[in-house]
């Protein structure tokens, strides 16, 4: 309860890992730490989902839906039907609640 | 290496600088941090030298707000270095990142255009980690030649990590702190102040002083109580945090009308509690809410959960409470 923040769309998959290290660089929250050859998520729940990590990954084995966390942009959106400001690519599907607890 | 850098015309396009901070500077500073001209504090983009750089010296890339350009060049106090300042439209490094324009297109554009490969015997640039969200490496590595190292999340560490160019842990963390907090709050306040000015006129015609001052209390709780307040504040969700503190501080007011008013009956005490109960709360919230966007932890996964959870649960509460001041004051 009153826990938002337990999902986000953070996926990374270990096997496309070079162990080049950038997203444990990169990351302001140490959502990867590297394990001797390649890289593992130690803290999944703590990404922000800023895209870091995936723009950094030269294999493509992270995957994370990047936008900014901002309410006031995403409600504007919300009530006027636009895209939000800030974010780049992906599209608003209001169905994020899903698997809300 | 001493000679003058405007010597060479290949570098005459270098602007000099130091890392001195004027009182000028400082009231910059101050008038940002006020929203004063919110887009109004730019460095002009392009390529500077920090005292006297040679071909060998670091390269340091920021954007072009002056409160990031100046933390950075204040940290290099001492050193010999160039900046490389990205055209960001005047917002701060991690901002622009996100919004894409602190970006590899205009990083690998700004090496271009700047000539670095003639100004520059070596192919690194030091870029702060905040810049990421932004910057795809290895993609500028491929257009440009120049391999990008990922800095410190703050330009203060920068002493402390070019003694190894390793950053520590600690380092690459966004923190914050009280103090990160604390300068929030004056755009905060700039932004609710004619809202709130007006609100708490219009409540001070219809329902007096003492409803106007709850008004006000209710917004300064969400703009400067909650800033302040904020790891403090029970459960996780902004929203939450935002309804208990909210309730806190209608509280008093709230007790106040149930037993400042003994001649009232009482049915009319309890409604009118209530009316403090239920309608501010959710405006406390409501600001919480929003300050997700000024937060450098909520992803907008979790924040778009937050919206789609917390916000009928204000509107209802605030919609009743008003109802409920209208109805009391008809009868």
Known sequence: ?101 | MTSDTNANPLRSHIQPTTSAISWANRWDHFLARWGVNRSGHRVEPGLYALSNPTPDSLVFVTANYTLSFDALRSALAGMDGYIMVLDTQGINVWCAAGEGTFGTDELAHRIEATALHDVVNHRVLILPQLGAPGVAAHEVKKRSGFKVEYGPVRAADLPEYLKTRIATPEMRRVRFALRDRLILIPVELVHVLLPMLIAAVVVFFVGGLWASAAVVAAILAGVVLFPILLPWLPTRDFSSKGFILGEVVALPFALAVLLGNPDATRWRQIGGTLTYLLALPPVTAFLALNFTGSTSFTSRSGVRCEIFTYIPIMAWMFGIGIALTIVLSLI
């Open chain 1, 1 to 101: 309860m009153f826990n938002a923040y337990v999902v986000n769309t953070l996926q990374y998959n270990p096997e496309l890992c070079i162990g080049c290290e950038m997203c444990s660089l990169v990351c302001p929250h140490a959502v990867f730490a590297m394990n001797e050859r390649v890289a593992q998520l130690v803290r999944p729940e703590a990404c922000m989902e800023c895209g870091a990590c995936q723009l950094n990954c030269p294999t493509d084995a992270i995957m994370v839906d990047s936008g900014v966390g901002c309410a006031s942009a995403m409600i504007y959106a919300a009530l006027t039907g636009k895209k939000e400001a800030t974010c780049g690519s992906s599209e608003t599907e209001p169905s994020c609640c899903s698997s809300y607890r």
